[in-house]
């Protein structure tokens, strides 16, 4: 065989596994990934129930990356302390060593089983958890496939003579080795396959065992890369986890690196075959880790604290220079900084609702971007203030304290949504716009233009209203709420009228301006629900439109 169709179909067997590892994670996610996440929100007690929820999570998701990524969402929502997640990690990388071992037996058998009850499963099933499974039982079935087509397709290569000299190089260096299998990992983005490869080769013959073993210790330190670089604009709580995670695997592989012969002798005297001696030496290294700093994350927690801090706010980074924990024993303080912060997200929901309209006469998409970079800012500064009025309840608060968190939680909520509707929704329409080369109407136009300007104005009286807390303000608000509901149902009757006429541009543009038109609408609505608390407490606000109890026909008669 040419060497260039070796290669071929040796890279086709690894593209085959990465792929097919891809596909079993992303099975269980779908189906478990709740019940997962569950597990780790749970794993805050001890370091070594939290190691146990890392191997379980990490044993499903037959990955430490994803274990990983799951830990910087709950961090970047302050639901795990650092320590526990620390252990976590040490648990996820014991937990991904349990499906290397498994598929270090030869499986080949089973792939057709696999294959059977996983198209089935997938094809007749309606129920989505197992059609989820079925996803992963053929999954594993192209792993181990994958695995088989890597051994035939590297038989050739143990005649090569280049080769040899290669690994015989690497086999004097076994640091640059380590080296090289961290970068592998990380471009290959899978620890899993990247050692089910090592493993694979060492059982064709090409790799010596010893080598093997510092490749497989590198591919450990590149699985603790994985996550950090898709996690680089996480905030200092998420990266001391990964930093940490990275600097245990570090230290352990150099250490090991140190007594690899050592250490490969002893491996050989426990199992006589050289695949069950580096599955197991996979294994061992990942629990040694864990047993050496599992009682040392307490301290290793404190180190990362003083090391990795947060990074100065530039360009478009949200600085959250009012919420200040130290005041969270201080509610009125706690509180006005909150509210500085509310007022600061509402200034950004405005310029937001201001500038969309824009979007429909620009002829490219720098606007849209800008807007949408604010609305990511907009959601990281309402999760930010939601969490912190979160902890503040959770002290001890009088009665106005508590109904004015509720409030502003309220509030922030309303406008992150109406941020979601001029980003998801209006930009959307924009470009659909844009990409359609269609004109409105100028009646049409006209329309539009004056209810996005008096939607505007809304937004500029519910800030008003957030600042003073005005009753007769609030009552004008939600005076204005129902003026504007008539204008949308005046305009879109004006526009069907224009449709029965056969007005070119409206019926090109029907669906964008009736789209257009609700939009606007669910943005008042959510804006204005800052005056429905001040009216509740003034007494002005009815408990319902309907009336109380409908006209019978007596009623009807006496009235005629």
């Not at 053929?138 to 181990?144: P, R, S």
Request: aromatic share 4%.
């Amino acid at each position: 065989m040419a060497g260039h169709s070796v290669l071929l179909h040796l890279f086709g067997g690894v593209a085959l596994l990465i792929w097919a590892t891809r596909m079993v994670k992303t099975g269980i996610l779908r189906a478990f990934g709740e019940r997962l996440r569950g597990a780790i929100a749970r794993a805050t007690k001890g370091p070594v129930r939290a190691c146990a929820a890392g191997i379980m999570v990490a044993t499903a998701l037959q990955s430490s990356t994803a274990t990983g990524l799951l830990l910087v969402s709950f961090a970047e929502r302050s639901l795990i302390a650092l320590a526990p997640a620390l252990a976590v990690m040490l648990g996820a990388d014991i937990g991904s060593t349990i499906v290397v071992q498994v598929l270090s037996f030869n499986l080949q058998s089973a792939v057709p089983v696999l294959m059977i009850i996983g198209v089935g499963a997938f094809m007749i099933s309606d129920t989505p958890i197992v059609k989820q499974l079925g996803r992963v039982a053929i999954g594993l079935a192209l792993m181990i496939l994958s695995l088989g087509l890597i051994v035939q397709a590297s038989a050739p290569l143990r005649q090569s003579e280049v080769l040899a000299f290669i690994l015989q190089r690497l086999g004097d260096d076994p640091l640059l080795a380590m080296l090289i299998a961290a970068v592998l990992t990380w471009l290959i983005h899978s620890s899993v396959a990247v050692i089910l490869l090592f493993i694979t080769l060492a059982s064709s013959g090409l790799l010596s065992v010893p080598l093997a073993m510092a490749l497989i210790l590198g591919a450990n330190v590149g699985s603790g890369l994985i996550p950090i670089g898709l996690s680089l604009r996480s905030g200092a709580a998420a990266r001391r986890i990964l930093f940490g995670n990275l600097a245990f695997r570090v230290i352990g592989a150099l250490l090991v690196l140190a007594f690899v012969d050592q250490i490969s002798a002893a491996m050989s005297a426990l199992a006589a075959d050289g695949v069950r001696q580096l599955a197991n030496f996979h294994t061992a290294f990942n629990v040694v880790l864990a047993l050496v700093f599992l009682p040392l994350t307490g301290l290793a927690a404190r180190v990362l604290e003083k090391v990795v801090k947060e990074p100065q706010a530039q360009g478009g980074e949200v600085k959250l220079s009012h919420l200040d924990d130290a005041l969270l024993e201080r509610p009125q303080l706690a509180l006005a900084g909150a509210t500085r912060e509310v007022m600061r997200l509402a200034d950004m929901v405005e310029v937001m609702l201001r500038e969309s309209l824009g979007t429909f006469e620009a002829s490219d998409s720098r606007r849209r971007q800008e807007i949408s970079r604010i609305d990511d800012q907009v959601d990281a500064l309402q999760e930010a203030v939601k969490l912190y009025l979160t902890r503040l309840t959770r002290g001890t608060l009088t009665d106005d304290e508590s109904r004015r968190c509720f409030d502003l939680i309220l509030f922030t909520t309303n406008l992150e949504h109406a941020g979601d509707i001029i980003d998801k929704s209006l930009l959307e329409l924009a470009a659909k716009k844009q990409k359609s080369r269609t004109s409105f109407s100028p009646e049409g136009w006209s329309e539009i233009v004056s209810f996005h300007r008096q939607v505007t104005d809304q937004m500029r009286r519910a800030i008003n209203v957030f600042v003073n807390r005005d009753v007769e303000l609030a009552r004008q608000l939600i005076a204005e709420k129902d003026k504007l509901r008539d204008m949308e149902k005046r305009a879109t009757e004006n526009h069907l009228k224009r449709l029965r006429e056969g007005t070119v541009a409206s019926l090109e543009t029907s669906a964008l301006h009736l789209d257009i038109l609700r939009d606007l609408k669910r943005i008042n609505a959510h804006i204005t629900s800052i005056a429905y608390p001040i009216l509740e407490a003034s007494g002005d606000l009815r408990a319902s439109r309907l009336r109380s109890e409908a006209p019978g026909p007596a009623a009807t008669a006496s009235a005629g």
